[in-house]
């Protein structure tokens, strides 16, 4: 058994199969489609929840980790013989729960003040979403494995986080309008011009890096942004949601346009598509380090 449990939420999107060969602790999200609630990577597929967020007459909404699962999760890693673990989280820009796992690793040092040398709590703020940050806790629990330490661990994480980037497109504005990513007037007026907004996600932060009309410019403008960005020889990825045969085109760009490793092709989680919709694209990419001197 590794010295070191791994642990991440959900909106990882870390393929299942890796999360049970890396023994890879995953939490779900909690979502709500109308009066029922599902947990996420549980009561539904990726595909399966495309078509519900499709066809739900009111947006779906996810529910964030309580400090009270965190707690109970953090207590039975240590029960198990666990010294130490890394959590890494959802973006804490977007989400209380960083802070939820934060508040939990109090309260469980100050009900156990033992614990805080003999079981050690890392917790890691990815500023990311989807592959971007399951990608690393992946590389994470394959360095666990073979014996490395934590500030090794912890370095690496550091390092990616400081260094990766993300660039979305929605096929529509409805999902980031009702999500409050872009605001009614501009979503109403984007769609009826044919306007798709081109996303990045640095930092936590999400901006809207370029406005292209109709989908046939999605993939260019992706491809753009991305190659003016990425570090040569580095990991490249892509995500998307329901297929469609712009995936194919952007996946076959990457393939022919990067020079390092193109680690895969991952559909988003439901986390994250209540935000973008069940169409959506995107690639992630290393950047220069932004905390290099």
């Given at each position: 058994?590794?010295?070191?449990?791994?642990?991440?939420?959900?909106?990882?999107?870390?393929?299942e199969e890796l999360e049970q060969e890396l023994d890879i602790k995953i939490l779900s999200f909690s979502v709500a489609v109308g009066d029922d609630s599902y947990l996420e990577r549980i009561d539904f597929t990726?595909?399966?929840f495309y078509d519900i967020l499709a066809s739900a007459p009111k947006l779906p909404s996810t529910a964030q980790i309580t400090s009270m699962q965190f707690y109970e999760e953090f207590k039975a890693v240590q029960a198990e013989g666990y010294p130490e673990m890394i959590y890494i989280s959802i973006n804490g820009t977007g989400s209380s729960t960083l802070s939820n796992a934060r508040m939990?690793?109090?309260?469980?040092?100050?009900?156990?003040?033992e614990y805080r040398e003999s079981f050690k709590i890392h917790i890691v703020d990815s500023k990311a979403y989807?592959?971007?940050?399951?990608?690393?806790?992946i590389e994470a629990a394959k360095k666990a494995r073979r014996g490395a330490s934590s500030a090794e661990i912890l370095g690496?994480?550091?390092?990616?986080?400081?260094?990766?980037?993300?660039?979305?497109?929605?096929f529509t504005l409805e999902y980031v309008k009702k999500s409050g990513r872009v605001s009614c007037a501009a979503a109403?007026?984007?769609?009826?011009?044919?306007?798709?907004?081109?996303?990045?996600?640095?930092?936590?932060?999400?901006?809207?890096?370029?406005?292209?009309r109709g989908d046939k410019a999605i993939v260019p403008a992706l491809m753009k942004h991305a190659q003016n960005r990425a570090?040569?020889?580095?990991?490249?990825?892509?995500?998307?949601?329901?297929?469609?045969?712009?995936a194919d085109l952007l996946e076959e760009k990457i393939r022919k346009g990067f020079t390092g490793e193109f680690i895969g092709?991952?559909?988003?989680?439901?986390?994250?598509?209540?935000?973008?919709?069940?169409?959506?694209?995107?690639?992630?990419?290393k950047g220069k380090n932004r905390r290099a001197n």
């Open positions: 058994m590794s010295k070191i449990k791994i642990m991440a939420d959900s909106a990882c999107d870390i393929p990726h595909q399966e939990a690793r109090e309260k469980l040092y100050e009900k156990h003040p989807t592959i971007a940050y399951g990608y690393p806790v690496y994480l550091e390092d990616w986080f400081d260094s990766v980037e993300i660039y979305f497109a929605p109403f007026v984007g769609e009826l011009i044919g306007l798709r907004p081109i996303i990045s996600i640095i930092d936590g932060k999400t901006e809207i890096v370029e406005k292209v570090i040569p020889q580095t990991p490249v990825m892509m995500v998307q949601a329901k297929e469609q045969p712009e092709r991952f559909p988003v989680g439901a986390a994250i598509a209540v935000n973008t919709g069940p169409k959506v694209l995107g690639v992630i990419i």
